[in-house]
């Protein structure tokens, strides 16, 4: 049985565009949302509707995505296990945020792990792992 999908555009009073559930579209179709206006907010309403997320995104990467708590449930999965883990470290140091030389090789290896795994799952979201302002370069002196 085929499921039926439904994206739904709204302006907002703003003027701003929102797009509820998005569906990736032919180019023609995604031409007429440009000549809208573009694309100011991104609407995820659960974790079924986002596998489309990352066309819209990569078209409007100024938009802002909504999504309610769980819907990008293995993003937040994995940024909880780094939080404990963080959490669990810093508690074995009295509750202070050790120097990296002064964690034990386990507690590195765990750290490491739980690093890569995060990063791993923010590569997955749009745009997740890029700044929205250029770094600020220190002047040279001579």
Known sequence: ???KRVMTLARLASGAWVVHNAIALDERSMAQIDAL??????????????????VFHERYPRATVLAPRGA?????????ALRRELQAI??????????LEELSHAERQRLNGRLGAGLELLAKVPHALETQYA????????
Do not use: F, S, Y
Not at 37 to 54: E, I, K, M, S
Not at 90 to 99: D, K, S, Y
């Open 1 to 3: 049985m085929p499921l």
């Open 37 to 54: 206006g573009g694309v100011a907010h991104l609407v995820v309403p659960n974790g079924w509707h986002r596998q489309d997320l990352r």
């Open 72 to 80: 990008l449930a293995p993003l937040d999965t994995g940024m909880l």
């Open 90 to 99: 810093r508690r074995a140091h009295g509750g202070t945020w050790p120097r």
């Open 135 to 142: 770094p600020k370069v220190p002047e040279l002196r001579p």
